[in-house]
């Protein structure tokens, strides 16, 4: 009984810090400028970065990076669950994508996935975040580099040892829930850019 109610409280702790909307904050707070009403109307990092410069758009993205860390690495020791560093991870991208704060609205979900992934599996995220600059650069659309870093970073947790994937934290206690959990926010993260592939398609998609 102890064990669930740990785990519900290191779940609920999690899903709140993943729902403060950093770069909507920073808008209000420094600027007085609500980045829902402008460029994309996302509150994620990249519109910061649009709507209010490259200073605040990289606090934005760092705070919601950061946000899937410590979900990950301090509010899953609350529970003694072995699987909770994953629950508590999913749990922070969740508040992401649908906030306490924003009446069950949000983000895309990416920077904190990342920061969620660069904990539970550092080798697969590090080769999805290169995949993710170099599309960046070279077609100057953060969506495309979401999409398809996140795209490779699921092929690479099916490919590569287990060992390989989870060092040095060594955070889980087997390949599969890790597996089908990339798999699970791939497809939200996907699903959450339809309108932006759409866009892709259609060479229409915003370019930075």
Not at 21 to 37: A, K
């Amino acid at each position: 009984m102890k064990e669930i109610i740990t785990t519900i409280i290191a779940l609920f702790l999690s899903y709140s810090l993943g729902s403060i909307p950093s770069g909507l904050w920073l808008g209000l707070w420094f600027r007085g400028i609500d980045i829902r009403q402008h460029g994309s109307k996302n509150i994620g990092a990249t519109n910061t970065l649009r709507v209010l410069g490259k200073r605040m758009g990289a606090i934005a993205l760092g705070a919601d990076v950061l946000k899937g860390v410590f979900a990950v690495i301090l509010l899953s020791k609350i529970s003694l669950w072995e699987y909770a560093p994953l629950l508590c991870g999913v749990a922070a991208i969740l508040g992401h994508t649908v906030s306490l704060f924003l009446k069950f609205k949000g983000g895309k979900g990416v920077a904190t996935s990342a920061g969620v992934f660069l904990t539970l599996c550092p080798l697969p995220t590090l080769i999805a975040a290169s995949v993710f600059l170099l599309t960046v650069l070279w077609s100057r659309m953060v969506s495309l580099g979401s999409c398809l870093s996140a795209v490779v970073m699921t092929f690479l947790v099916y490919l590569l040892p287990f060992e390989w994937i989870t060092a040095p934290f060594d955070l889980l206690p087997e390949p599969w829930t890790l597996r089908l959990g990339v798999s699970a926010i791939t497809l939200l993260i996907l699903v959450r850019h339809k309108e932006n592939i759409s866009r892709i398609l259609h060479g229409q998609e915003n370019r930075l």
